[in-house]
């Protein structure tokens, strides 16, 4: 999970060229191998679907030209919108990890049978979490 963790890190980071939101996120497969990742470019590409969570599936999808990904599991810094989670149901995958709760969501509502699973430690959710901070903090300045 280390290599998890430093991957999406390190995804994350690119997000401050752009002026993006701080979230990455990518696919693994049954072996936990990571196949690809992507992070948050809505404000880079002026598109407001370019959450991380949708670009990795969509260059997976791209990648093996099969919108069927229930053989992949997605691992995200933070627990997904509404609008990705939709996504997410399309592209068959049916299990999500993530480091972070998403306070911005309402989730009383949702109706899914996706697994949402919080992985990492509490260390590892402050670095998430700090970046974010840092990130809506330097936006107000």
């Given at each position: 999970?280390?290599?998890?963790?430093?991957?999406?890190?390190?995804?994350?980071?690119?997000?401050?060229?752009?002026?993006?939101?701080?979230?990455?996120?990518?696919?693994?497969?049954?072996?936990?191998?990571?196949?690809?990742?992507?992070?948050?470019?809505?404000?880079?590409?002026?598109?407001?679907?370019?959450?991380?969570?949708?670009?990795?599936?969509?260059?997976?999808?791209?990648?093996?030209?099969?919108?069927?990904?229930?053989?992949?599991?997605?691992?995200?810094?933070?627990?997904p919108c509404l609008m990705c989670i939709?996504?997410?149901?399309?592209?068959?995958?049916?299990?999500?990890?993530?480091?972070?709760?998403?306070?911005?969501?309402?989730?009383?509502?949702?109706?899914?049978?996706?697994?949402?699973?919080?992985?990492?430690?509490?260390?590892?959710?402050?670095?998430?979490?700090?970046?974010?901070?840092?990130?809506?903090?330097?936006?107000?300045?």
């Open positions: 999970m280390e290599l998890i963790f430093n991957t999406l890190l390190k995804e994350l980071k690119k997000c401050s060229k752009s002026q993006d939101v701080p979230v990455s996120a990518l696919l693994i497969d049954k072996n936990n191998k990571i196949v690809t990742k992507c992070f948050n470019s809505r404000q880079k590409k002026y598109n407001f679907t370019n959450h991380a969570e949708i670009r990795v599936l969509n260059k997976m999808f791209k990648k093996t030209k099969n919108k069927n990904l229930s053989d992949y599991t997605l691992v995200t810094t933070l627990k939709t996504v997410i149901e399309q592209s068959n995958i049916t299990k999500v990890l993530y480091y972070l709760e998403n306070i911005k969501c309402n989730y009383s509502r949702l109706e899914t049978d996706l697994n949402f699973k919080k992985i990492g430690s509490d260390d590892e959710a402050r670095t998430f979490e700090k970046e974010l901070k840092d990130f809506f903090s330097n936006l107000r300045k």
